[in-house]
């Protein structure tokens, strides 16, 4: 997985059909990660992983479709 690997401070994942989003992403990537763009997808709900304790950086959410 890409995200052990690296320490990414922006994810864009717009326009993927997304029905959800991996929950082991909050655990890896919520050190690091500033901006997560997710907009256009089929998200049905907001996934419990965006909780704030595990991404402590975070300054920009777009889940908008």
């Known amino acids: 997985k890409f995200w052990e690997v690296v320490d990414l401070t922006r994810l864009d ?14 655990p890896q990537l919520g050190r690091s990660l500033r901006v997560l763009l997710a907009r ?16 402590p950086a975070l300054t920009q959410l777009d889940l908008s479709s």
């Not at 994942?13 to 909050?26: I, K």
């Not at 256009?40 to 991404?55: K, S, Y």
């Open 13 to 26: 994942v717009s326009h993927n059909l997304l029905t959800a989003l991996p929950e082991e992403l909050g």
């Open 40 to 55: 256009h997808n089929q998200l049905a709900a907001l996934p419990l992983m965006l909780h704030q304790e595990h991404f």
